[in-house]
C-alpha cells in the first residue's frame, strides 16, 4: 500500500458545485497534515494545513480522519479558477527522529462553465 | 512575501553534459529542498539541507549532487545527464519548526 493515496480523478464540475476529495495515509504515527493547489505548470502553493479539529478558509473545508486515516478537503460553490491539481501531504516522524514529508499525486479538479 | 527564484525556466541538454541548476531564496530560510516532477509519479525528494555545508540524501539522489556554500542558495549539479533525468526540477525552502515549503516556478529540463 502507498504511505499516501489520492484519487487521480479528473474529476470535472460545473460552476457552484460542490466537490469533495480524500487523500489515505498508511501510517498511523502521521502527525501533520497540508493541502497544497497546483496549477497547470506551475509549482505548488500551500492551500491550508488541516487540523485535528477541522479548519475552514472560505469556500474551502478541511478535515482529519485519524480513526480512518484520511483527510478531506471540501470545495464549495466551485470557480472556474479552483481548476487545478490538489495535492495532500502527509508528514510523520521516521527513524531517527526526523520529519519526512511524503507527497500524495494529486487529483485533477476542473470547473466547467 | 516568500520569494524562491530558480536559474532557468526552460533547459535543453545533451546527454552527457554537466548540468547546473540554481535555487535562491531571499527569506532566510534554514531549510531547502530539491525535487523533481514526473507524470504518474508525483513530487520525489532528491537532496534537501537543513544548514549551510549540510546535505542529506533524499529518496532518489543517484545521479545527483548538491551544494550549499551559503544559506539562500541551493544548487543541483547533475554530473553526467541522462535522457531519464528530463523532468521538472522544483527547488523549495522551509524555515526552521516550520512545516510549509515555498516553491520556485521549476525548471523544465530536456536532456537530449
Known amino acids: 500500500r502507498k504511505e499516501v493515496e489520492q484519487d487521480p480523478g479528473p474529476f470535472n464540475v460545473p460552476e457552484g458545485a460542490t466537490v469533495a476529495f480524500n487523500c489515505t495515509y498508511s501510517n498511523s504515527a502521521s502527525q501533520s497534515f497540508f493541502w497544497y493547489r497546483q496549477d497547470c505548470r506551475k509549482e505548488p502553493k500551500l492551500l491550508m494545513s488541516?487540523?485535528?479539529?477541522?479548519n475552514e478558509d472560505g469556500r474551502f473545508t478541511a478535515q482529519l480522519n485519524r480513526a480512518s486515516q484520511y483527510i478531506s478537503l471540501l470545495i464549495r460553490d466551485s470557480k472556474l479558477s479552483d481548476s487545478a491539481t490538489y495535492l495532500c501531504?502527509?508528514?510523520?516522524?521516521?527513524?531517527?527522529?526526523?520529519?519526512?514529508?511524503?507527497w500524495g499525486l494529486g487529483t485533477s479538479l476542473g470547473v466547467n462553465p | 512575501d516568500v520569494k524562491v527564484t530558480q536559474s532557468s525556466r526552460y533547459l535543453v541538454k545533451r546527454t552527457g553534459e554537466k548540468v547546473f541548476l540554481e535555487c535562491v531564496q531571499d527569506?532566510?530560510?534554514?531549510?531547502m529542498f530539491w525535487y523533481r516532477q514526473d507524470p504518474g509519479l508525483g513530487l520525489r525528494l532528491i537532496y534537501f539541507s537543513y544548514d549551510v555545508k549540510m546535505k542529506e540524501k533524499g529518496d532518489i539522489p543517484e545521479g545527483y549532487s548538491v551544494s550549499r556554500e551559503k544559506k539562500e542558495r541551493f544548487s543541483l549539479i547533475l554530473e553526467s545527464a541522462s535522457t531519464n533525468q528530463t523532468s521538472m526540477y522544483l527547488c523549495?525552502?522551509?524555515?526552521?519548526?516550520?512545516?510549509?515549503?515555498?516553491f520556485g516556478p521549476g525548471t523544465r529540463l530536456l536532456v537530449l
Open positions: 523549495a525552502s522551509s524555515s526552521q519548526g516550520e512545516e510549509t515549503q515555498y
Open positions: 488541516v487540523y485535528s479539529s477541522g
Open positions: 501531504v502527509v508528514i510523520m516522524n521516521n527513524a531517527g527522529n526526523n520529519r519526512k514529508l511524503i
Open positions: 527569506m532566510d530560510h534554514e531549510n
